[in-house]
């Protein structure tokens, strides 16, 4: 597969990576708007955006625009994350040039139908409050809120029902206008396509987009400062969340990065995991036992977290706690660590077989401006971890309290403050 990246003159970057194993043509629309770039009281207004935009432009009805995507067989959607906003679709070859100037009219003329936004509001706030019974969600709104106070970061993609009940359709539309301009755009196309011919495709209907003469807003996030706090929300449920979260770097810091991605795999991804075996297999603890560290623009977060009966909450918080701990207390074995690079490996090369799959990356990574040889820079980084590496950096990192959140009956999570 031959990969391929352009900058054209009105700012967009086009990356293209010619795969024709199959007759489809995928690709992801990426801008830097998000959950990042939202103000606190319009919180949620990405996801509402990438809700309603696809239901109308200035020329087609939300009718006209499905039937024309359902005639071919194609897919197209949007959607909101912490760190970009994108539109994806999938096609057939035969069918690109068309599917592309329609996602071209979403991407630049979308009309937000006044009763199509009331209704996705009202979906949004219905989806919002369904969350709130489920105890991991609320167990990981409390950690977030907790650990990034007043960073976007610490705000849920779909906002809350006090700030998603006040947007309307001007708000959408100012904020498109905002952050949808070419020097914001990163198209990334995958499939039976040539550079060449995608350049000119996309110059087809992209190319007298002008770049505003007014630059993109300054952002002021606050820092993220280390503060650990234990909080705790009873519920009457049948089972206690527990959750511990330590503040680490983002994907900027490459070596501590690729360090802790190996540390989390090895720790709590699937059931040959450290919590699976020792705290689920070994020890009877959980009904569900991981670890996640997303990749994020900003300071990031390690996050291990337990379902538990109610009354093992206590020592499921000190196992957890412990198997952190360890980490920066005994180094890795040989086996171990070979062990985790290989499923780390594996499953990011499983996660790359589709064109849709390598279009999200790739654009995902330019967007978060690390760049497209990312994807080889990290998998060569991931061979070279040593054992040492991994216990430094782990004492670097986890050698202080973690934030807690417990969620769960009251009697069992009050023992613990």
């Known amino acids: 597969m031959s990969t391929q ?16 194993t199959a007759d489809i043509i995928a690709g992801r629309l990426f801008l830097k708007a998000g959950g990042r770039w939202e103000l606190r009281e319009k919180a949620g207004i990405s996801h509402l955006l990438a809700a309603v935009m696809t239901k109308g432009t200035s020329h087609l009805s939300s009718v006209e625009i499905a039937e024309k995507i359902e005639s071919v067989g194609a897919v ?13 679709f999938k ?69 809350s029902e006090e700030t998603v009940g006040k947007l309307g359709r001007d708000d959408l539309q100012q904020y498109h206008q905002t952050f949808f301009r070419p020097d914001n755009l990163v198209i990334s196309l995958s499939g039976r396509i040539k550079h060449d011919e995608a350049i000119a495709i996309v110059t087809d209907v992209f190319g007298d ?15 993220v400062t280390s503060q650990p706090t234990s909080n705790k929300n009873p519920q009457d449920s049948q089972q206690a969340i527990v959750m511990l979260g330590y503040l680490t770097p983002s994907v900027r810091k490459e070596k501590d ?11 709590g991804n699937g059931l040959s995991s450290r919590l699976f075996v020792e705290l689920r297999e070994k020890r009877g603890l959980a009904y569900d036992v991981s670890a996640f560290y997303p990749t994020r623009l900003d300071t990031s977060q390690f996050v291990v977290y337990m379902g538990t009966a109610p009354e093992n909450t206590a020592i499921a918080l000190e196992g957890l706690h412990q198997e952190v701990k360890r980490l920066g207390e005994v180094l890795l074995t040989p086996e171990d660590l070979q062990g985790a690079k290989n499923k780390l490996l594996g499953q990011y090369a499983l996660g790359k077989q589709t064109n849709s799959e390598i279009a999200q990356i790739l654009g995902w990574y330019e967007t978060i401006e690390v760049g497209i040889d990312f994807d080889t820079q990290f998998q060569e980084a991931i061979i070279e971890v040593t054992i040492e590496q991994a216990l430094e950096t782990a004492q670097q990192y986890f050698r202080g309290d973690p934030y807690i959140s417990l969620v769960g009956p009251e009697a069992f999570i009050n023992e613990q403050f």
């Open 257 to 267: 990065y690729t360090v802790l991605k190996l540390l989390n795999t090895y720790l």
């Open 5 to 20: 990246r352009t900058i054209l003159n009105n700012g967009i970057t086009v990356i293209t990576v010619e795969n024709p």
């Open 209 to 223: 987009w002008q770049t505003p003469n007014s630059p993109l807003p300054e952002l002021t996030i606050p820092l």
């Open 91 to 159: 096609t057939v070859t035969e069918d690109f040039r068309e599917i592309f100037q329609l996602v071209g009219e979403i991407t630049r003329s979308p009309s937000f139908p006044s009763e199509e936004v009331e209704l996705e509001q009202y979906l949004t706030i219905q989806n919002i409050r369904s969350q709130q019974e489920r105890p991991f969600n609320v167990a990981f709104k409390q950690l977030r809120e907790a650990m990034y106070a007043e960073h976007p970061y610490g705000t849920s993609i779909l906002g």
């Open 76 to 88: 197209l959607g949007a959607d909101a994350s912490t760190d970009y906003f994108s539109v994806g």
